[in-house]
């Protein structure tokens, strides 16, 4: 059972997010998973530590649970009791080197989906800090190209110490808003879309999101939502990949959005995803009145309740030859 944030028995929430939360899931468990504390992960980085000899290093002061549905993932809890024990993961020495990375299991899903291989090249349209892109440089082996790029300088910083943390030598770093990608003159074997949002999924690390929320703000960050993935896909191969993730829960910002490219693009193809160990939440194929392609059944969304994570959504989208679709 996730144990719950202290003081958090009379927090405000607004009767538009009760409201608009209780037409899509079980309100009693998403409050209580969204109330309760967060379980701290690591992914090992392979690029510089295998992870047999990873855990042989943790294992001494640190509990390791494999996340199933990444090989390099464990949920990660301090063995000792007592404050004269060090809890924090982050002053380790295998963090230090770059040996591990901190974050989320179910961020470390939207890498896993993208697959990618040495040799492509590979976009992460939105990419700061760099969790993702660091789990997509250590799938690649350093080998091929990726793009990391991120449109405000300031948080270019974090990407860079943290790609150079973990060793990883095929990346660049880029600095501009993503849909400029578009006349770029490049094409792309894979792209990640990790969009920008309204962050109602991470409540458990993030307790402000329940104060700052309103619909109009969702309606707003959507309309960049759909340029962002219009521009991953146009600037994607033929049979090449894109992934779409958001740790939004809205179904403006997910079922929404891939439902606005597949009406926009028949190249565009749902993948079904499908991952060891990781409970699927309940799509949403219709909200406020907007029927979503059935297609948008083969995304992921992920409910805190459903695997005790943050909330996450996950959409697989290839880009079909065009006389293919033509018939």
Same mark, same amino acid.
């Given at each position: ?69 990444? +090989? ?6 301090? #063995?000792?009791?007592?404050? =004269?024990? $060090? %809890?924090? *993961? ?73 790609i150079q943390r973990m060793s990883i030598s095929n990346e660049i770093i880029t ?35 329940? +104060? ?6 969702? #309606?707003?960050?959507?309309? =960049?939502? $759909? %340029?962002? *993935? ?46 060891k160990g990781l409970k699927r939440g309940t799509i949403i194929e219709e909200f ?20 005790d994570t943050e909330g996450f959504f996950v959409a697989k989208i290839t880009k ?8």
């Amino acid at each position: 059972m996730p144990k719950p944030i202290p003081d958090t028995e009379n927090i405000e929430i607004k009767d538009g997010f009760k409201e608009r939360y209780s037409q899509m899931t079980d309100w009693d468990e998403f409050k209580k998973y969204s109330l309760s504390f967060l379980r701290r992960s690591i992914r090992v980085n392979t690029l510089k530590i295998s992870v047999v000899d990873c855990k042989k290093r943790l294992e001494k002061d640190w509990k390791l649970d494999p996340i199933p549905w990444c +090989r390099e993932g464990f949920w990660i809890d301090h #063995k000792g009791k007592g404050d =004269e024990y $060090r %809890r924090d *993961i982050g002053n380790t020495v295998e963090h230090q080197l770059g040996y591990i990375y901190i974050q989320e299991a179910a961020s470390m899903v939207p890498p896993v989906v993208l697959d990618p291989k040495p040799g492509e090249l590979v976009l992460d349209m939105c990419a700061s800090p760099g969790s993702k892109a660091s789990q997509i440089a250590q799938y690649m082996g350093n080998e091929g190209m990726l793009i990391a790029n991120d449109f405000q300088g300031k948080r270019l910083a974090a990407l860079g110490i943290n790609i150079q943390r973990m060793s990883i030598s095929n990346e660049i770093i880029t600095l501009m808003k993503g849909h400029q990608f578009a006349r770029a003159g490049l094409a792309f074997d894979r792209v990640l879309v990790d969009a920008p949002c309204s962050g109602t999924g991470t409540i458990r690390k993030s307790l402000k999101t329940l +104060r700052i929320w309103n619909p109009n703000m969702v #309606k707003k960050i959507a309309g =960049e939502q $759909r %340029r962002l *993935i219009e521009t991953g896909f146009s600037i994607l191969k033929e049979g090449g990949t894109m992934v779409y993730s958001t740790c939004s829960l809205e179904p403006e910002e997910n079922e929404g959005i891939v439902d606005y490219l597949l009406t926009k693009y028949p190249q565009a193809q749902v993948e079904k995803i499908s991952l060891k160990g990781l409970k699927r939440g309940t799509i949403i194929e219709e909200f406020e009145g907007k029927k979503y392609s059935p297609e948008v059944q083969k995304c992921l969304r992920l409910w805190p309740q459903d695997n005790d994570t943050e909330g996450f959504f996950v959409a697989k989208i290839t880009k079909q030859n065009n006389q293919k679709n033509n018939g």
